[in-house]
């Protein structure tokens, strides 16, 4: 993979977890381990991982919940978790680096951002804007339907190798137009969310510098040609080798004399994958963050999620 070029810093520090072979960890939390990664994947709305990072690092920072909450747990036990919450929501984009530093701090961090909607062209005249400056301006596109655990390790993986990085949606029409018929066969819509929900929730993680929504709704090389023109785009990231788009963005990218960088290889998990089988009456489309929510994470998870009908995956963050 390439590096990031020598001029430009990571965007945001990461914090890492300190690998022991699994029985040399302390008892409960190698009993525990997968259910708190658990915590970070719950689909399909990305805010609530985020709000789960924050409450588990809230509870995580307080001994005297913790072992309540947690029985059999050693002060070794609280160390390893803290430094295991820090390290998947640091690594996944869900919390900030900063963020994080406030949670142990004892400082309040909003479970929820205010999305910062704004037009297409208004993120084309910040680019612009960014650029003239000198700075990189990088793209990442796709449907993002839902936006995912894994899209959001994208976005911070592509953003150690720009200084702007724009979160390009296809519109609507487009995913009908693609996904339709598939999605049609397995008894869902397409999209699974509109445009407006699907930005919003990227726009609810603090490590996202901006969203559009890109126009074309056919596959139509001018027209992509015109949005990456439009939004200066130097770096348009992919997140797989085997991308079907990928011949028609390099030689787009190429004229335009700028570059695509591929982030995954061949390891990139679909949301399609993630929700494979899940039926829209399950999808909880218009899902409410709640205190109540939150304070409901340590001990009746399995039952929340049960009753609400929320779908959860386990990604490995340590392959």
């Given at each position: 993979m390439e590096q990031p070029p020598e001029q430009l810093k990571l965007r945001e520090p990461v914090f890492t977890f300190h690998k022991l072979k699994e029985e040399a960890y302390p008892d409960w939390f190698r009993a525990?381990?997968?259910g708190i990664a658990r915590g970070f994947c719950i689909f399909p709305d990305i805010r609530f991982g985020r709000m789960m990072a924050i409450s588990m690092l809230r509870e995580a920072w307080n001994r005297e919940i913790f072992m309540e909450e947690n029985k059999g747990a050693t002060e070794l036990d609280r160390m390893y978790t803290i430094s295991y919450i820090q390290y998947l929501a640091s690594h996944?984009?869900?919390?900030?680096?900063?963020?994080?530093?406030?949670?142990?701090?004892?400082?309040?961090?909003?479970?929820?951002i205010a999305p910062t909607h704004k037009t297409f062209e208004e993120v084309s005249l910040e680019a612009k804007a960014r650029k003239s400056l000198g700075q990189r301006i990088g793209l990442l596109s796709g449907s993002f339907d839902p936006f995912t655990i894994t899209h959001a390790s994208l976005?911070?993986?592509a953003r150690n190798y720009c200084d702007y990085l724009i979160l390009g949606f296809d519109n609507d029409e487009h995913i009908k137009l693609r996904k339709g018929k598939l999605r049609e066969d397995r008894g869902e819509k397409a999209p699974r969310y509109g445009i407006r929900q699907r930005r919003m929730f990227a726009e609810g993680l603090a490590v996202t510098d901006a969203t559009v929504e890109l126009h074309p709704?056919?596959?139509?090389?001018?027209?992509?040609?015109?949005?990456?023109?439009?939004?200066?785009?130097?770096?348009?990231?992919?997140?797989?080798?085997?991308?079907?788009?990928?011949?028609?963005?390099?030689?787009?990218?190429?004229?335009?004399?700028?570059?695509?960088?591929?982030?995954?290889?061949?390891?990139?998990?679909?949301?399609?994958?993630?929700?494979?089988?899940?039926?829209?009456?399950?999808?909880?489309?218009?899902?409410?963050?709640?205190?109540e929510a939150t304070a409901m994470h340590s001990s009746d998870l399995a039952d929340f999620l049960k009753v609400n009908g929320i779908y959860n995956f386990v990604l490995n963050q340590e392959q």
């Open positions: 525990n381990k997968e996944s984009g869900l919390l900030s680096y900063n963020e994080i530093k406030k949670i142990q701090d004892g400082i309040v961090v909003k479970n929820v976005q911070l993986m709704v056919e596959i139509d090389e001018e027209a992509y040609r015109k949005e990456y023109l439009d939004l200066s785009v130097d770096v348009l990231f992919v997140g797989e080798t085997n991308h079907p788009a990928l011949p028609r963005m390099t030689k787009t990218m190429d004229e335009l004399g700028g570059k695509v960088h591929i982030l995954f290889g061949d390891q990139f998990l679909h949301s399609t994958d993630i929700v494979d089988g899940a039926k829209d009456s399950e999808l909880p489309i218009d899902f409410i963050i709640s205190e």
